[in-house]
C-alpha cells in the first residue's frame, strides 16, 4: 500500500480500531498510532486528534477519558445484536445456508472481542427452509405492493410421490392472479396476504412457496377486504371476522391482552371476567380455545360454540 493511499484510508481504519473498544478497553493516542501503523499508516499525535474531531464532527460519539478514548452508541450495541442474531436464528423461512451468512454479516457489527460469541450463539429453531430464492421473493413482493401491482404466481405444496416428499405446483400449475396487500411473520414464516382474484377473497400464502412471479398490471383489488380484516386472522386463516364473546378465568387475563391487546372487559362476578373479540373463527382459533380447558370459553356466537362442541366430541372418539 502506498503511503498516500494508505493516508486516504487512515479514517476508515481509525473507525474500525474505534469500533473495537469500550469504556473498559479505551485507547490513548499512542495505542493509536501503533495500531494505524500495523495497517501501514503513519500518524502524528496532533493529527489523531485532528481525526477524532472529525469523525465526532461526522456524528460519532467518541467518549474521551483520562485513560483514553472509546467509542461511546454505535450503529447496534451488543445486546441489540443478540436479539437481531436470535431471529434470525429462529425464522424457518431462512435457508441454514443464508442463516450463517447474516449471523456473521450482524456479529461484524460488534468489538472483534465478542464477534466469535456471537457467531457461535445457537438456539432450538425450527426446521429450515431449502428454497433459497425466498429473499428475491420477499424483495418481488415487496415491489409489488409498493408499485400497487396485481401479480401472477405459481404456489406449490408438499405431496407424496413414489415414496418421497416432493414440491408440487396447486390447481395443477395454473397461475394465482392476485393483488398483494401484506408481508407478515406468523409462527417462523413469512405469509403474503392478498386478495385472490379467482376466488374472490383474502388469501394467505406461505411465501417460500410462491415462485415464478410475473407482474399482471397496475393498480390492485380487495383494498376494502384487507382494511376489514387486519389484525383478525388466527393463524393465517382467513374468512370472515365475527364477534365472539369470551369468558376468561381471572388468571388468564395476560393471555387475553398478549393476543388481543387491552379490551374493555366486564367482570363476571365468579373469578372471571367477559370479553368480546373480533375474530376468523379458524380451526386455529377454535382449537386455540380449546387448549385452555374450560379457562378461555365461547359464550357467543352459539354457532363458534357449536363448533367447538363438534370438535372436542370429534377429539374425543378419536382417542377414546
Given at each position: 500500500?502506498?503511503?498516500?493511499?494508505?493516508?486516504?484510508?487512515?479514517?476508515?481504519?481509525?473507525?474500525?480500531?474505534?469500533?473495537?473498544?469500550?469504556?473498559?478497553?479505551?485507547?490513548?493516542?499512542?495505542?493509536?498510532?501503533?495500531?494505524?501503523?500495523?495497517?501501514?499508516?503513519?500518524?502524528?499525535?496532533?493529527?489523531?486528534?485532528?481525526?477524532?474531531?472529525?469523525?465526532?464532527?461526522?456524528?460519532?460519539?467518541?467518549?474521551?477519558?483520562?485513560?483514553?478514548?472509546?467509542?461511546?452508541?454505535?450503529?447496534?450495541?451488543?445486546?441489540?445484536?443478540?436479539?437481531?442474531?436470535?431471529?434470525?436464528?429462529?425464522?424457518?423461512?431462512?435457508?441454514?445456508?443464508?442463516?450463517?451468512?447474516?449471523?456473521?454479516?450482524?456479529?461484524?457489527?460488534?468489538?472483534?472481542?465478542?464477534r466469535a460469541s456471537l457467531e457461535a450463539r445457537t438456539m432450538q429453531t425450527s426446521v429450515k427452509t431449502v428454497n433459497e430464492k425466498v429473499y428475491n421473493t420477499v424483495d418481488a413482493l415487496q415491489n409489488a405492493i409498493f408499485g400497487d401491482n396485481a401479480i401472477s404466481f405459481t404456489y406449490y405444496t408438499y405431496a407424496v410421490k413414489d415414496g418421497s416428499?416432493?414440491?408440487?405446483?396447486?390447481?395443477?400449475?395454473?397461475?394465482?392472479?392476485?393483488?398483494?396487500?401484506?408481508?407478515?411473520?406468523?409462527?417462523?414464516?413469512?405469509?403474503?396476504?392478498?386478495?385472490?382474484?379467482?376466488?374472490?377473497?383474502?388469501?394467505?400464502?406461505?411465501?417460500?412457496?410462491?415462485?415464478?412471479?410475473?407482474?399482471?398490471?397496475?393498480?390492485?383489488?380487495?383494498?376494502?377486504?384487507?382494511?376489514?380484516?387486519?389484525?383478525?386472522?388466527?393463524?393465517?386463516?382467513?374468512?370472515?371476522?365475527?364477534?365472539?364473546?369470551?369468558?376468561?378465568?381471572?388468571?388468564?387475563?395476560?393471555?387475553?391482552?398478549?393476543?388481543?391487546?387491552?379490551?374493555?372487559?366486564?367482570?363476571?362476578?365468579?373469578?372471571?371476567?367477559?370479553?368480546?373479540?373480533?375474530?376468523?373463527?379458524?380451526?386455529?382459533?377454535?382449537?386455540?380455545?380449546?387448549?385452555?380447558?374450560?379457562?378461555?370459553?365461547?359464550?357467543?356466537?352459539?354457532?363458534?360454540?357449536?363448533?367447538?362442541?363438534?370438535?372436542?366430541?370429534?377429539?374425543?372418539?378419536?382417542?377414546?
Amino acid at each position: 500500500m502506498s503511503k498516500s493511499y494508505g493516508q486516504k484510508l487512515k479514517l476508515l481504519y481509525l473507525l474500525d480500531i474505534l469500533r473495537d473498544t469500550d469504556e473498559t478497553r479505551p485507547l490513548n493516542a499512542t495505542q493509536i498510532i501503533n495500531a494505524l501503523s500495523l495497517q501501514g499508516i503513519s500518524a502524528e499525535r496532533k493529527s489523531i486528534y485532528d481525526d477524532l474531531q472529525t469523525l465526532e464532527s461526522y456524528g460519532f460519539d467518541i467518549i474521551r477519558t483520562e485513560k483514553g478514548c472509546f467509542l461511546g452508541e454505535r450503529e447496534f450495541e451488543t445486546v441489540e445484536l443478540r436479539l437481531l442474531i436470535d431471529s434470525v436464528l429462529s425464522s424457518s423461512f431462512i435457508t441454514e445456508k443464508k442463516t450463517a451468512v447474516l449471523v456473521k454479516k450482524l456479529a461484524a457489527f460488534a468489538p472483534k472481542s465478542e464477534r466469535a460469541s456471537l457467531e457461535a450463539r445457537t438456539m432450538q429453531t425450527s426446521v429450515k427452509t431449502v428454497n433459497e430464492k425466498v429473499y428475491n421473493t420477499v424483495d418481488a413482493l415487496q415491489n409489488a405492493i409498493f408499485g400497487d401491482n396485481a401479480i401472477s404466481f405459481t404456489y406449490y405444496t408438499y405431496a407424496v410421490k413414489d415414496g418421497s416428499v416432493e414440491m408440487v405446483p396447486r390447481r395443477n400449475g395454473q397461475k394465482h392472479i392476485v393483488s398483494p396487500w401484506a408481508l407478515r411473520f406468523d409462527d417462523g414464516f413469512y405469509y403474503l396476504t392478498a386478495y385472490d382474484e379467482q376466488v374472490h377473497g383474502l388469501r394467505n400464502y406461505r411465501v417460500d412457496k410462491i415462485a415464478a412471479i410475473e407482474t399482471v398490471r397496475v393498480g390492485r383489488k380487495g383494498g376494502d377486504e384487507y382494511s376489514k380484516a387486519t389484525g383478525k386472522t388466527f393463524g393465517m386463516f382467513g374468512g370472515e371476522s365475527v364477534s365472539v364473546r369470551l369468558e376468561v378465568a381471572s388468571d388468564k387475563l395476560g393471555v387475553i391482552i398478549d393476543r388481543f391487546g387491552r379490551l374493555p372487559i366486564l367482570n363476571s362476578g365468579r373469578g372471571s371476567f367477559f370479553v368480546t373479540v373480533s375474530v376468523v373463527p379458524s380451526p386455529i382459533f377454535l382449537g386455540w380455545i380449546m387448549s385452555f380447558g374450560g379457562d378461555i370459553k365461547v359464550i357467543d356466537p352459539p354457532e363458534t360454540a357449536a363448533r367447538i362442541k363438534a370438535l372436542a366430541q370429534k377429539n374425543a372418539e378419536i382417542y377414546k
